[in-house]
């Protein structure tokens, strides 16, 4: 009886991560934080303007005709931290300033990292 309820108490508390080993958007070449997560792959021109209006980039991942969830169109980033910390300088919190300093102690590391 005991084991019973050990175990049921393990499986009410595991978690179920659905997508885990997904892409992510946020480290795609086309994933554009600063404008409502936008991806810069789909969007729509309106002939009259000109002007282009992107789809979300959870849109374009939950159409199967689009990225879908195995991310057809993914192209990874190179520049990763650099679209965070932009990111975190164009829209601050309270915790933008912690974020801001990893930032860039994760790319002074790796310009050091790639001078040797």
């Known amino acids: ?3 019973k309820l050990l175990f049921l108490c393990y499986t009410l508390d595991a978690k179920i ?3 885990v080993n997904l892409q992510s958007c946020r480290n795609c070449a086309h994933y554009k934080p600063a404008i409502y997560d936008k991806c810069m792959y789909f969007g729509t021109k ?6 282009i209006s992107y789809e979300t980039a959870n849109s374009c991942r939950e159409d199967e005709n689009k990225c879908g969830l195995e991310a057809k169109y993914f192209e990874q980033s190179k520049y990763v931290h650099f679209k965070m910390l932009l990111y ?5 919190s309270p915790f933008s300033a912690g974020i801001i300093t990893y930032i860039l102690c994760i790319l002074s590391y790796t310009v050091l990292k790639t001078m040797k």
């Not at 309106?46 to 002007?51: F, V």
């Open 1 to 3: 009886m005991f084991w």
């Open 17 to 19: 991560i659905k997508n």
């Open 46 to 51: 309106d002939i009259q303007t000109g002007e």
């Open 88 to 92: 975190h300088i164009q829209n601050p």
